[in-house]
């Protein structure tokens, strides 16, 4: 499978992004997928992950209860809703993708994850 993240831009704070992450390739819904997020001088960090079936997700704390993970199989995509916006959210976007062998597990180790798409940029200005 094949990644490309899409729907970055420059967003006040307080504001809301729905990230896009569309897969090509056959057996999306074999993958579990992780959305990351690495900003200037930080290391790459794990914001949200979501089960093969998309019934299991993981936020980290900083994320919770402001941004949504889902994925619609059918579409080959899976989405991060990103609400009340801060400047702190300011990153690169990537999404990924692993392949666990049941379908409600999450995948939360960064080295876990084989498959990568390119980057998108998220800007949060004060």
């Known amino acids: 499978v094949q990644l490309q993240a899409s729907g970055g831009g420059l967003v006040q704070a307080g504001g809301s992004l729905r990230l896009s992450c569309a897969a090509s390739g056959r057996a999306f819904s074999n993958y579990a997928v992780g959305w990351f997020r690495q900003a200037p001088g930080k290391e790459r960090e794990l914001v949200a992950a979501?089960?093969?079936?998309?019934?299991?997700?993981w936020y980290t704390d900083s994320v919770k209860g402001r941004f949504s993970i889902s994925r619609d199989n059918a579409r080959n995509t899976v989405y991060l809703q990103m609400n009340s916006l801060k400047p702190e959210d300011t990153a690169v976007y990537y999404c990924?993708?692993?392949?666990?062998?049941?379908?409600?597990?999450?995948?939360?180790?960064?080295?876990?994850?084989?498959?990568w798409g390119q980057g998108t940029q998220v800007t949060v200005s004060s």
């Open positions: 979501c089960s093969r079936n998309g019934g299991t997700t």
């Open positions: 990924a993708a692993d392949r666990p062998k049941w379908p409600t597990v999450v995948v939360t180790r960064t080295s876990e994850y084989d498959v």
